[in-house]
């Protein structure tokens, strides 16, 4: 048979290759060879992002770039110096049972290799409080040739060997935010290649032991209304998950960060909690594998309040993954703004965050009233065309 012949010989080495190849005198199949990914690091990425997505606790975004650090420190009149960066996130990390909410922080490079100011590695001071140091490993926006004027992320050279240096370095997991513009289409272009980049990363990174974190933020930008959010959302976490699939990504050790679905910053019509929730939890649903262990939003330019109003309306009922917080400027406002450089706030400061941070872990227990909040906390942070 034409088949039986065709297997015959391809078994069988060429006849100028008998004396160095044949070893036995039965021919060897040859082996299709393919390496099951994440194979080596499956059980400990399942475990991670478990105990990142553990019961009344979340994520503490502190991963801004030192531009954007630059930005915030700007705001309480300070330089943007390695030193105020350093005291600032030193004040973050250490304190005092901050674990008992925070399960992981997502730093920014120089943070990971960063001391404490009291000389102690902050990668320490986080595990001691219980709390897993993450590492944000995107390079940034550029603009995406081609398309209507929207945005692409960079960071995919050399991203192999950056995440198994990072692992090195004490982190878990690691996060890659691109993002999707409404006012600007978003054209299919941007939604494919924002897609494929994060399952590239997302693809990468488990590979070499970090628990990625998939975060395509729909912007705030616009006055679209909640509907239109909803349906960009739809398709963008479609194929998000269609090429995640695609690069054989293992959906149990992944954490998503979605934004929630609201009305554009700009459209005059506000959605309530409960209209926040309802849309969210839909898309979720539609889009979202159950094998998915955490739902880690982003804030987005919310108030510290509406951003906590919002979560724990969708934790008023049971949910088949952790719905929870990851929050940067919804965590951090009014401790920054309470700190404002000055040694003798730093208690104070950690006051705050801690308070916050209290507000999200009820809110992820659906517990949270809204008691003893501050006017600085219902201060919206929306900017327009805002980059991390
Ligand atoms: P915000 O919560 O400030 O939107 O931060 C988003 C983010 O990606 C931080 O890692």
Redesign the pocket.
Known sequence: MASAALLKSSFLPKRSEWHTTRKSSTPQPTVIAFSVRAGAYSDELVKTAKSIASPGRGIL?M?ESNATCGKRLATIGLENTEANRQAYRTLLVSAPGLGQYISGA?LFEETLYQSTTDGKKMVDVLTQQNIMPGIKVDKGLVPLTGSNDESWCQGLDGLASRCAAYYQQGARFA?W?TVVSIPNGPSALAVKEAAWGLARYAAIAQDNGLVPIV?P?ILLDGDHGIERTFEVAQKVWAEVFFYLAENNVMFEGILL?PSMVTPGAECPEKATPKQVAEYTLKLLHRRIPPAVPGIMF????QSEVEATFNLNAMNQGPNPWHVSF?????LQNTCLKTWGGRPENVKAAQDALLFRAKANSLAQLGKYTGEGESAEATKGMFVKGYT?
């Open positions: 975004a991963d997502i996060k935010r975060e933020e960060k982003l804030s987005g330019g990851s929050y940067a400027r919804a991390y």
